[in-house]
């Protein structure tokens, strides 16, 4: 593949700063670059080379966008984030189901 420096991969933030990993259940993960202000989601796969961990990236949140329209996305976010996690509390005090999907 030939990757032109002006293109979508001029900022190869990835190769300038480690990211900081979050395992998400067996073959999920979140990873951010704070500096380059960048959080990722993808799937975690086994590189057939090398037989390491290697990051397949489905999505990927700039905080600058995160923030424009007054922060609209981002307090959407904070809500969502408190509601889901009241909701998974209602869950295990009630008894609920206990699985990851």
């Known amino acids: ?3 032109d420096k002006n293109g979508p991969y001029k900022n190869k933030y990835w190769e300038n700063e480690k ?9 999920k993960f979140l990873r951010c670059f704070d500096q380059a202000g960048k959080l990722q989601f993808g799937t975690i796969y086994k590189d057939g080379r090398t037989g390491e961990d290697a990051y397949a990236i489905k999505f990927v949140i700039d905080r ?9 996305a981002a307090s959407y976010l904070r809500v969502m984030i408190d509601d889901w996690e009241e ?15």
């Open 87 to 101: 909701m998974l509390e209602h869950e295990h005090s009630d008894g609920g189901d206990d699985h990851d999907d």
């Open 64 to 72: 600058k966008t995160l923030f424009a329209n007054n922060g609209n």
């Open 19 to 27: 990211g900081e990993v979050v395992v998400l259940g067996n073959d």
């Open 1 to 3: 593949m030939v990757i």
